[in-house]
């Protein structure tokens, strides 16, 4: 079944609004300073996916660091922006699409040349994501195509954004250690000893259980809202959340 709309008894909010298509289309507008800071928060949260596929392409580390500065200084140029095609649907393959055109289209060596030393649109990490992608580029991740490997670091950064939005959610609610005890099992109850978190945190073993509860119904609302954020109009929240998961068993 295709959606359209938010899945079903989502309500969506403030935290997972505009959608990524939406931010896509105000950033591409040059007076629209909060829509491209937005943007750039996003692509901040889901730079690495590209590095790794990059990597995975067999770029060096230094050619993949420039190529995708490059590639986030031409995407935040208006005119870049303005020609971005939502009928490509998804926001990652947009994304993965428009690095491929890019890498295509530019010439490695003369890349930093061609920046002509401006400022970076956002701020990455490129040294920890190589060290993150030293750990990652063994098997059986080596039997991996590019395409692949960008597919599975996309799976995980998304279920990352998700962890930490709970995460946010519950230090704001002074419950940043029940959600630090109860994170680790969010997959299942059968390895949570609920008696001895609850006796950590001064509850009771039913507190614990009820807690625990919410928390999953609530990752699996905020896994669907943040992958929701990612497709356009029509497209099957169901039908993505198989194909990224399925990059695990790839």
Aim: net charge negative.
């Amino acid at each position: 079944m295709m959606d359209s709309g938010p899945p079903a008894g989502f309500a969506r909010d403030s935290q997972f609004s505009p959608t990524r298509w939406s931010l896509v289309a105000a950033a591409g507008d040059p007076d629209a300073a909060q829509p491209r800071q937005a943007l750039g928060e996003l692509c901040k949260a889901y730079w690495y996916p590209l590095y790794a596929y990059l990597r995975r392409a067999r770029h060096s580390e230094a050619d993949a660091g420039d190529l995708l500065q490059g590639f986030f200084l031409k995407l935040f140029e208006t005119d870049g922006l303005r020609t971005a095609d939502r009928s490509r649907g998804r926001f990652r393959s947009f994304l993965l699409a428009s690095l491929k055109h890019h890498v295509a289209n530019e010439q490695r060596r003369e890349q930093a040349q061609k920046r002509g030393g401006g400022q970076p649109p956002i701020s990455l990490d490129l040294s920890r994501g190589e060290s993150r992608y030293a750990n990652e580029a063994i098997e059986p991740a080596d039997s991996l195509t590019p395409d692949m490997f960008y597919d599975r670091q996309w799976a995980v950064a998304l279920l990352e954004q998700v962890m930490t939005k709970l995460g946010s959610e519950h230090n704001a609610t002074g419950k940043a250690d029940l959600f630090d005890a109860l994170s680790a099992h969010l997959a299942g109850e059968s390895d949570a000893d609920y008696a001895s978190i609850g006796a950590r945190l001064g509850m009771t073993e039913g507190a614990v259980k009820v807690a625990a509860h919410r928390l999953r119904a609530r990752w699996r609302e905020s896994l669907r809202a943040e992958i929701a954020e990612t497709l356009a109009e029509g497209e099957s929240v169901d039908d993505e959340l198989c194909n990224l998961f399925n990059a695990f068993g790839s």
